[in-house]
């Protein structure tokens, strides 16, 4: 594709769902990073896949949440009994090799746990 | 700890105007980057600084990197309405796969 595409744009949830967050990457980018953004702060670091595995998870803050990327393209970011503290705009980014080549970022998702 | 600080948070500033947004980090890094975003929207690339000393302009922005003192400065010369957004560095940090960035400056140009 053109582009770095999320799915969906907007999510809305009740507090304790599960939701599924989808990340098509630019086509033959083999590095897919996920951050999450509050509002009013920076990006924070969630993980890092380097083809199918993931090379840095160390940002996941809790086991509610997972992520998944099985054929090296497409990946998904799962939230377990999700809080209202998890709110915020999950951004997704691809590159070609690594941070040692141009990342861009897709538009995001807002998810807002209610 | 991998810190990245960035100053002012917050920038009003008058069209024509110059001004510098400040950027430190905590330890030796292997790049930094200066994103820009709009409201609503993603972040766009500005920016790849690689070594010390490096400056890289486009248009009214210049962006420099001092790795000594572990400090970027993104320059502004004279301000015009649509340089508006938010501006974030971004490091990444020797020996580390993660970009960390830092909290933000949010510029705006008034007439």
């Known amino acids: 594709g053109a582009g770095v595409s999320q799915t969906p744009s907007n999510k809305v949830t009740e507090k304790g769902k599960y939701v599924e967050l989808r990340c098509d990457p630019i086509s033959g980018h083999t590095a897919l990073y996920w951050y999450r953004q509050s509002l009013g702060q920076g990006p924070e670091f969630l993980i890092y896949?380097?083809?199918?595995?993931?090379?840095?998870d160390s940002g996941l803050p809790n086991d509610r949440f997972f992520a998944v990327r099985p054929e090296g393209s497409v990946s998904t970011l799962k939230i377990q009994r999700t809080e209202r503290g998890d709110s915020a705009v999950y951004l997704c980014?691809?590159?070609?090799?690594?941070?040692?080549?141009?990342?861009?970022f897709g538009q995001g998702t807002r998810l807002t746990v209610v | 700890e991998l810190k990245v600080e960035q100053n002012p948070l917050f920038l009003s500033m008058q069209e024509g105007k110059n001004y510098t947004i400040y950027c430190n980090y905590s330890t030796t890094s292997d790049r930094l980057y200066w994103y820009r975003q709009d409201p609503g929207k993603s972040l766009e690339s500005l920016f790849v600084?690689?070594?010390?000393?490096a400056v890289k302009q486009e248009g009214r922005l210049m962006a420099s990197l001092d790795t000594k003192a572990r400090l970027s400065t993104l320059h502004i010369t004279a301000a015009v309405h649509d340089l508006s957004a938010t501006y974030f560095c971004a490091v990444v940090f020797y020996n580390t796969d993660k970009l960390i960035f830092g909290t933000g400056t949010r510029l705006q140009v008034f007439p």
């Open positions: 980014a691809s590159s070609l090799s690594g941070w040692d080549t141009e990342a861009f």
């Open positions: 600084l690689l070594s010390n000393g």
């Open positions: 896949f380097q083809g199918t595995g993931a090379a840095d």
